[in-house]
């Protein structure tokens, strides 16, 4: 039997997210990075500081492993590599989002103006429009300049490799059976609940990120884990009851929403702007991705039905919820 030793780096953030957090992981041939944090000094030093105390060096490490393609969990990648060139190893999904391959980003720009058109989201919709533009150009230098390899196989260095996509679509979690337990990229965070952020698939048609999300969530209490190692926060301990909650939440959001259309609310920017008022202002992209999301979840439930008028999404309740 395998074992596995897992050495937390929980690295302080000033906003909500608390800490970011990436894991190094002891086997008997090799030293893994799971996720590398911002690429900024205070990761790097954490990074640098954690193999120290341990009796560990950077050249000690055997490889790199991501949990998705966010900011937040691959900042050091290209730091650590071109220091000591290891493998980095993500989902073959992560890999033109890494890459910031040129196509892809026009791909999902085109994909976003065509859904905050159809969702009448109006002069707010086309502002965001224009940022991701002008972010297709400054992102360029952000491209990872590391080689990476897909993960293709169930199975990498004695974890099991769980597709859990929802907050990323290329996220993935790695389950070490012996010592039961999961690490699990952002699919469940202690003290907020992750966001399934809406994007498109590779062909540009919209994934049912919220449906997945809960999926995976789903995926994640069937495994039956002493722990899940997060991406942010603490480590959660027992986590099935906190899963539960989750995905009551989702509920309680989908059932508040029917109710609003019921009352005659028929847009996704029309449901946006009454439930989210300043943060709609200040975070106009992740509450249209939480609104649609719950849209999306209330029509694979036959809940509600929508119907393009004058190029705008409508929504209604089906005639079997209206009794
Ligand atoms: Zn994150």
Same mark, same amino acid.
């Given at each position: 039997?395998?074992?596995?030793?897992?050495?937390?780096?929980?690295?302080? @953030?000033?906003?909500?997210?608390?800490?970011?957090?990436?894991?190094?992981?002891?086997?008997?041939?090799?030293?893994?990075?799971?996720? =590398?944090?911002?690429?900024?000094?205070?990761?790097?030093?954490?990074?640098?500081?954690?193999?120290?105390?341990?009796?560990?060096?950077?050249?000690?490490?055997?490889?790199?492993?991501?949990?998705?393609?966010?900011?937040?969990? @691959?900042?050091?990648?290209?730091?650590?590599?071109?220091?000591?060139?290891?493998?980095?190893?993500?989902?073959?999904?992560?890999?033109?989002?890494?890459?910031?391959?040129?196509?892809?980003?026009?791909?999902?720009?085109?994909?976003?103006?065509?859904?905050?058109?159809?969702?009448?989201?109006?002069?707010?919709?086309?502002?965001?429009?224009?940022?991701?533009?002008?972010?297709?150009?400054?992102?360029?230098?952000?491209?990872?300049?590391?080689?990476?390899?897909?993960?293709?196989?169930?199975?990498?260095?004695?974890?099991? &490799?769980?597709? &859990?996509?929802?907050?990323?679509?290329?996220?993935?979690?790695?389950?070490?059976?012996? =010592?039961?337990?999961?690490?699990?990229?952002?699919?469940?965070?202690?003290?907020?609940?992750?966001?399934?952020?809406?994007?498109?698939?590779?062909?540009?048609?919209?994934?049912?990120?919220?449906?997945?999300?809960?999926?995976?969530?789903?995926?994640?209490?069937?495994?039956?884990?002493?722990?899940?190692?997060?991406?942010?926060?603490?480590?959660?301990?027992?986590?099935?009851?906190?899963?539960?909650?989750?995905?009551?939440?989702?509920?309680?959001?989908?059932?508040?929403?029917?109710?609003?259309?019921?009352?005659?609310?028929?847009?996704?920017?029309?449901?946006?702007?009454?439930?989210?008022?300043?943060?709609?202002?200040?975070?106009?992209?992740?509450?249209?991705?939480?609104?649609?999301?719950?849209?999306?979840?209330?029509?694979?439930?036959?809940?509600?039905?929508?119907?393009?008028?004058?190029?705008?999404?409508?929504?209604?309740?089906?005639?079997?919820?209206?009794?």
């Amino acid at each position: 039997m395998a074992v596995i030793e897992i050495i937390p780096i929980l690295v302080p @953030v000033k906003f909500d997210l608390k800490t970011v957090n990436f894991y190094l992981i002891k086997q008997n041939k090799s030293l893994t990075l799971i996720d =590398g944090g911002y690429n900024d000094e205070q990761c790097w030093n954490a990074l640098i500081s954690t193999l120290e105390n341990n009796n560990l060096q950077l050249r000690d490490l055997t490889e790199i492993i991501l949990t998705h393609h966010h900011v937040d969990h @691959v900042g050091l990648v290209d730091r650590i590599v071109s220091k000591h060139p290891i493998p980095v190893y993500a989902s073959p999904l992560s890999i033109p989002r890494l890459k910031r391959d040129k196509a892809f980003f026009e791909m999902r720009v085109e994909f976003f103006s065509n859904l905050y058109r159809s969702n009448d989201c109006g002069e707010k919709g086309e502002k965001q429009i224009a940022y991701l533009h002008k972010a297709i150009r400054n992102n360029q230098k952000k491209a990872m300049q590391a080689d990476v390899i897909g993960i293709t196989e169930p199975t990498l260095l004695n974890f099991e &490799v769980i597709q &859990v996509p929802g907050h990323a679509p290329d996220q993935l979690a790695f389950l070490d059976k012996t =010592g039961n337990q999961l690490i699990a990229g952002d699919l469940l965070i202690e003290h907020i609940s992750s966001n399934a952020l809406v994007e498109p698939d590779e062909h540009g048609n919209k994934l049912p990120s919220l449906i997945q999300h809960n999926d995976s969530l789903s995926k994640c209490m069937s495994l039956n884990v002493d722990r899940v190692y997060s991406g942010h926060g603490k480590i959660i301990n027992n986590p099935n009851p906190l899963i539960k909650k989750r995905l009551e939440r989702t509920e309680e959001k989908a059932e508040r929403l029917l109710n609003q259309i019921k009352s005659g609310i028929t847009t996704a920017n029309g449901l946006a702007e009454v439930n989210y008022k300043k943060i709609y202002e200040q975070q106009f992209s992740l509450v249209m991705s939480e609104i649609i999301g719950h849209l999306d979840y209330l029509e694979h439930k036959q809940k509600i039905q929508k119907d393009l008028l004058h190029g705008i999404w409508q929504y209604s309740v089906t005639s079997a919820c209206k009794i």
